[in-house]
């Protein structure tokens, strides 16, 4: 098992009670943190997920846990985003979704990483 596959398998869903309509979900989550794999400092920033479901939501609780692996993660932050954009693309299916990744300065620069499914 990878790293990938251990955090992934974190995830949990519920099935989604109205499928067959379009609506949006966004969730944010302003407490994220990973480290700068460079200087092992840690990077701070705010998660905001948008998607619109098909047949599974994901449940929250699970999505807290899974994001609180990546807190002593050494990790870029571009590769961050699509990772977890790709772990949630891959247990959910959704029709839809879009992670912006916004970092909190550190040396005076901020960093925003905005990935979308389909792309």
Known sequence: MTITDDFRNRLETFENQFPDRDYEIEIVCPEFTSVCPKTGQP???TLTFTYTPDRK????KS??????CFRNEGIFYEHVTNRILDDLVAILSPRRMKLTADFRPRGGITTRVTATYPQ
């Open 43 to 45: 990077d701070f920033g």
């Open 57 to 60: 939501c994901v449940e929250l």
């Open 63 to 68: 999505l807290k846990l899974y994001l609180q």
